[in-house]
């Protein structure tokens, strides 16, 4: 089988064998040229627009791109890191409240303890003398020291059973 001659607008090779049985003569500059059949049998070159959609092959399918895909949507990785990032920052500055908010607390409690120092009334400095001097100058009589011991035994056993014995 031999292979067809290239097209060539100046000639072509079936316009020179035999002219087309019936329409207009097409001029070569129209578009692209396919082979159609015609009724009575055999092929004719023929304008593409001039052949129904459906009547015409498929178009090729485009090359694919085969290179390797990411596998997580780049755009999705910035939005994501972007909120865990504000999420992290909400979390430090919480703790960061939170530290402020403990050194207030301590602050106007250790004011307060220091007022209560101040206006404590008795005794303050050497002049105090201790529990000896105490109980010589006591105007209400002698002062006994009275200690008091308690032992408690906790026996605890499996299960989660206890038993307190005083």
Same mark, same amino acid.
């Given at each position: 089988?031999?292979?067809?001659?290239?097209?060539?607008?100046?000639?072509?090779?079936?316009?020179?064998?035999?002219?087309?049985?019936?329409?207009?003569?097409?001029?070569?500059?129209? #578009?692209?040229?396919?082979?159609?059949?015609?009724?009575?049998?055999?092929?004719?070159?023929?304008?593409?627009?001039?052949?129904?959609?459906? %009547? %015409?092959?498929?178009?090729?399918?485009?090359?694919?791109?085969?290179?390797?895909?990411?596998?997580?949507?780049?755009? =999705?990785?910035?939005?994501?890191? #972007?909120?865990?990032?504000?999420?992290?920052? #909400?979390?430090?500055?919480?703790?960061?409240?939170?530290?402020? =908010?403990?050194?207030? =607390?301590?602050?106007?409690?250790?004011?307060?303890?220091?007022?209560?120092?101040?206006?404590?009334?008795?005794?303050?400095?050497?002049?105090?003398?201790?529990?000896?001097?105490?109980?010589?100058?006591?105007?209400?009589?002698?002062?006994?020291?009275?200690?008091?011991?308690?032992?408690?035994?906790?026996?605890?056993?499996?299960?989660?059973?206890?038993?307190?014995? %005083?």
């Amino acid at each position: 089988m031999t292979m067809p001659t290239p097209y060539r607008p100046t000639e072509h090779p079936l316009a020179a064998q035999q002219a087309p049985v019936e329409g207009q003569i097409v001029p070569v500059d129209s #578009g692209p040229m396919v082979w159609a059949a015609q009724p009575g049998g055999g092929w004719v070159v023929t304008p593409r627009s001039a052949i129904p959609a459906h %009547l %015409l092959p498929p178009e090729p399918t485009p090359v694919r791109d085969l290179s390797p895909q990411p596998i997580i949507d780049p755009r =999705a990785q910035v939005l994501a890191a #972007g909120g865990v990032g504000v999420g992290v920052a #909400g979390w430090g500055l919480g703790q960061l409240l939170t530290a402020m =908010a403990g050194m207030g =607390a301590a602050a106007v409690g250790a004011l307060a303890l220091l007022i209560l120092a101040v206006r404590m009334p008795g005794r303050r400095g050497a002049d105090a003398g201790g529990q000896q001097q105490a109980q010589q100058t006591s105007p209400r009589g002698d002062v006994y020291n009275i200690t008091n011991h308690t032992t408690v035994t906790n026996t605890n056993r499996w299960g989660g059973r206890s038993t307190t014995n %005083l």
